[in-house]
């Protein structure tokens, strides 16, 4: 299973530390939930705004539009080099 020395002692270690379970510090909990709203404000008005089918179909139209002008674009170009060659 394990094929280098290192492996074997990485098991080792990672085993031990299973055995052994140090209690968390008071207030430890509050202090991670306080950190973790702080700094993940933002997931929350993005989250909100992935999922709801109303941005999906602004995404979509306006993808089209860019999409859309791009090729109304392509074409308007080619149509003014042909003139130029002609």
């Keep these: 299973m394990f094929e280098d020395v290192g492996d074997v002692e990485l098991a080792a270690a990672l085993s031990a530390l299973r055995a052994e ?3 968390a510090p008071d207030g430890f909990a509050g202090r991670l939930a306080a950190g973790l709203t ?3 404000r933002w997931r ?3 989250r909100r705004a992935v999922h709801d089918p109303r941005t999906r179909y602004a995404a979509l139209s306006l993808g089209g539009a860019i ?3 791009a090729a109304v674009a392509l074409l ?3 149509n003014v080099r042909r003139q130029a060659v002609a």
Excluded: N, S
Aim: positive net charge; charged residues 40%.
């Design 21 to 23: 379970e140090v209690p």
């Design 38 to 40: 702080r700094e993940l």
């Design 44 to 46: 929350r008005p993005v």
């Design 67 to 69: 999409l859309g002008a």
């Design 76 to 78: 308007w170009r080619r």
